[in-house]
């Protein structure tokens, strides 16, 4: 079962930065977080992953607390393309380390 | 990145029949590879795990006999939907893990682009 929850839906101006909140206040030591998008009809797209430190790459950051309860996923600069479902997933680090989706968060960036 | 490709990408078929869907990892092996389902306006429910050479392990309230599920090799998985039903209609989704760190940093999984059953 997933372990996070975030918000249904959140619009974002073009040209603002986006940031998406998520819960995940069971998470265990030793489980990362992962965010990953979907757009339309179309396969997941990894975004970034972290355990306990923010993280930064090409697409977005991600800011853990430091409780690891909670992340937000910061898209700097929003365009049109960046319209997806986001989700947040807590891996379990089982021996096939499956991922169990949430319900996301719909993006919708607003010209 | 990893490319993850799926075929078909579209298929409609009688009731009553099979369906077979293939899932490649094009430039990497992949031992395990998941099998998902989503609905129309719901998210991705994992439906199975596969491990190259192993039978699958499906999750609870998947039919192992109705979702049959092959890892022949490292690069392909396939899931065939036996006796396909309406209530089979969805998009199905694979995805697969690159375990030699080549393409990933730590246990990514990276997905294809689903295949849209639509069963009459």
């Known amino acids: 079962d997933a372990k996070t929850t975030q918000p249904p839906s959140m619009d974002c101006a073009e040209g603002r930065a986006a940031n998406l909140p998520c819960n995940h206040s069971t998470i265990s030591g030793n489980e990362y977080v992962y965010w990953y998008r979907q757009i339309h009809s179309q396969g997941p797209q990894y975004i970034i992953h972290g355990l306990k430190n923010n993280e930064t790459n090409e697409m977005a950051s991600l800011i853990i607390t430091e409780d690891r309860k909670s992340s937000t996923l910061i898209l700097p600069h929003a365009t049109l393309r960046d319209t997806a479902v986001y989700y947040c997933?807590?891996?379990?680090?089982?021996?096939?380390?499956?991922?169990?989706f949430g319900t996301g968060t719909s993006l919708t960036v607003i010209p | 990145g990893a490319v993850v490709s799926q075929h078909p990408s579209r298929v409609i078929c009688k009731s009553g029949t099979s369906v077979k869907i293939e899932c490649r990892s094009l430039?990497?092996?992949?031992?395990?590879m998941f099998w998902y389902r989503q609905f129309p306006k719901q998210s991705l429910m994992l439906m199975a795990t596969s491990n190259e050479g192993s039978k699958a392990t499906y999750e609870q309230g998947v039919e192992k006999d109705k979702f049959l599920i092959n890892h022949a090799s490292l690069t392909l998985s396939t899931l065939t939907v036996t006796s396909a039903h309406p209530e089979d209609s969805s998009f199905y989704i694979c995805s697969a893990r690159d375990l030699s760190g080549r393409t990933t940093t730590y246990n990514e999984q990276f997905f294809g682009p689903g295949t849209r059953l639509t069963v009459l």
């Open positions: 997933i807590v891996r379990v680090p089982t021996t096939g380390n499956q991922f169990y």
């Open positions: 430039d990497f092996q992949a031992t395990t």
